[in-house]
Structures are given as C-alpha cells and as structure tokens.
C-alpha cells in the first residue's frame, strides 16, 4: 500500500560553497573534481543537481562517501582529503569546524526544501505546531 503524505515547500535553497580543508582560494573545475567527494544523499536513487550538472558538460565526480546529511559531511571531511558541497546557510558552521570555504566553479540552480510529513499525523497538535515554527523561520 503507498504511503500517503503530505508536502509543504518552505524555502529556496542556494548551493554556493565548497568546504575542505586543502585549498584556500576558490578552485577550477578540473580541480575541483580531481578531489573525492562526500555528498548528502537522500534517496538511493536520486542525482544530485551537481551531479545532472556535470553530466550535462560529460564530467563525473568521484564520490567517496554518501551520506544522509549535509550536517553529517561537515564532520566527514575534518581531516581529510574530501571535498564536501553544502547548502550556504551551513557556511558558519563548517567554518567553525576549521574548514575553508569557496564558491562553486560553475553554477547550479537553487532547488526548494520541503517539510514531509505522514497524512495521519496532519491534525497533531505538536505536529501543527513544528511544521508552523519551521515555516516562519524560514
């Protein structure tokens, strides 16, 4: 039986940086993509817009570690060699974590985050009441 659920988009999303800690200037495309890569993967499925982006031009890049969180591949590159692209509200973040960061060598479209919840869940009041809270502080 398909899940029923509901979806509200809250905000557009821009993908402006790149994290790591090798490089402290902004970078070429083909360097850009001689590194590995820790990616934020939602579903199993799915392409990035990175990815629809660079098979677009014919490149590829190499992804070393999938993962189910932007906030997760902060962590993941600290002491490595990977290159991680994050959302650019997370700059501050990443940055407190003693990790560089520069804008993307070409750019991509900014795509909207969604709240996801399950139908049955639509009139709980705590339900009602985190959905409005992340709306508003959008």
Same mark, same amino acid.
């Given at each position: 039986?398909?899940?029923?659920?509901?979806?509200? @988009?809250?905000?557009?999303?821009?993908?402006?940086?790149?994290?790591?800690?090798?490089? #402290?200037?902004?970078?070429?495309? #083909?360097?850009? /993509? %001689?590194?590995?890569?820790?990616?934020?993967?939602?579903?199993?499925?799915?392409?990035?817009?990175?990815?629809?982006?660079?098979?677009g031009i014919g490149r590829h890049r190499i992804i070393a570690l999938r993962s189910p969180s932007f906030m997760s591949n902060i962590t993941?590159?600290?002491?490595?060699?990977?290159?991680?692209?994050? /959302?650019? %509200?997370?700059?501050?973040?990443? /940055?407190?974590?003693?990790? /560089?960061?520069? @804008?993307?060598?070409?750019?991509?479209?900014?795509?909207?985050?969604?709240?996801?919840?399950?139908?049955?869940?639509?009139?709980?009041?705590?339900?009602?009441?985190? %959905?409005?809270?992340?709306?508003?502080?959008?």
């Amino acid at each position: 039986m398909p899940v029923t659920v509901s979806v509200r @988009p809250v905000k557009t999303c821009p993908v402006s940086l790149v994290l790591m800690e090798l490089i #402290d200037e902004g970078v070429p495309l #083909d360097e850009y /993509l %001689r590194y590995p890569h820790a990616i934020a993967q939602f579903r199993a499925s799915s392409s990035s817009p990175i990815d629809v982006f660079l098979k677009g031009i014919g490149r590829h890049r190499i992804i070393a570690l999938r993962s189910p969180s932007f906030m997760s591949n902060i962590t993941a590159v600290v002491g490595t060699k990977l290159i991680a692209t994050l /959302l650019s %509200r997370l700059e501050s973040i990443a /940055l407190s974590q003693g990790l /560089l960061s520069f @804008p993307l060598p070409f750019l991509i479209p900014n795509f909207n985050d969604s709240l996801v919840w399950h139908r049955r869940t639509e009139a709980d009041p705590s339900g009602i009441w985190l %959905r409005r809270l992340l709306i508003e502080t959008r």
